[in-house]
């Protein structure tokens, strides 16, 4: 257990529906990323918040936003969407803001939201 | 362009022996972190092993150690007394310090199959 927890495990979903999948990272962690990870893009950076403030975007299509809030957990809101963005999106957290890959940028991993478009 | 490539999809070892996975990235960058993370059947992603790119000694984790080429740009994984526990989609990745502030680029990865 990595400590940071994703909801739901699961979400199935129609064409054209809208959804939000919830990220909390570890107690202490600031930095929230995301990623997404389909059988065609292979494992994807989507963007990365710390203590608030997005920090850097990824291959993020503008159907989807995030935020994260002043407690620290993120949301990720997925919109009109589209059969191709059935994948595993996942959450990631780090005690820093990612300026290296040092211990204190170590990025844990929860363990993801399986979204099925139908 | 920042590009990591794993040329083996699959690969299989009996239990207890050796097997080295391998990883080429491409950056022009001088300052750079390596990883290598395992993706078991439960979906969770664990990091396995961290290398810096300033560092030359190869970093070792128990059974698992890594063969960092920074000239030829290679980053292999070697897994010792494999056990079948490691059976497990293993991903090479990288961060750039700076700029992309901590996102990770990843390979495609390798299924590995540990059998008895």
């Known amino acids: 257990d990595s400590g940071v927890t994703q909801t739901p495990k699961h979400l199935i979903t129609a064409t054209g529906q809208r959804v939000t999948l919830r990220c909390s990272p570890r107690s202490g962690d600031l930095s929230v990323y995301w990623y997404q990870q389909s059988l065609d893009q292979g494992l994807q950076f989507l963007i990365q918040y710390y203590n608030g403030e997005e920090r850097a975007k990824g291959n993020i299509l503008e159907r989807f936003s995030a935020q994260q809030f002043p407690d620290l957990h993120s949301e990720l809101n997925l919109s009109s969407l589209e059969l191709g963005d059935s994948a595993l999106y996942f959450c990631?957290?780090?005690?820093?803001?990612?300026?290296?890959?040092?211990?204190?940028?170590?990025?844990?991993f929860g363990p993801g939201t399986r979204l099925t478009v139908l | 362009a920042q590009t990591v490539t794993q040329s083996q999809p699959e690969m299989s070892v009996q239990e207890a022996e050796t097997v080295t996975l391998s990883c080429t990235y491409d950056t022009s960058e001088n300052n750079y972190y390596l990883f290598w993370y395992k993706q078991p059947p439960s979906r969770q992603m664990i990091l396995v092993i961290r290398q810096e790119a300033y560092k030359q000694q190869n970093a070792t984790e128990n059974r698992f150690s890594v063969n960092f080429q920074k000239a030829a740009k290679s980053f292999s994984l070697k897994i010792s007394d494999s056990q079948l526990g490691d059976t497990a989609m293993y991903f090479c990745?990288?961060?750039?310090?700076?700029?992309?502030?901590?996102?990770?680029?990843f390979g495609r990865g390798t299924q590995l199959t540990v059998w008895p």
């Open positions: 990631a957290s780090s005690v820093g803001r990612g300026l290296a890959g040092g211990p204190q940028n170590e990025q844990f």
């Open positions: 990745a990288f961060i750039l310090p700076g700029s992309t502030l901590g996102r990770l680029y």
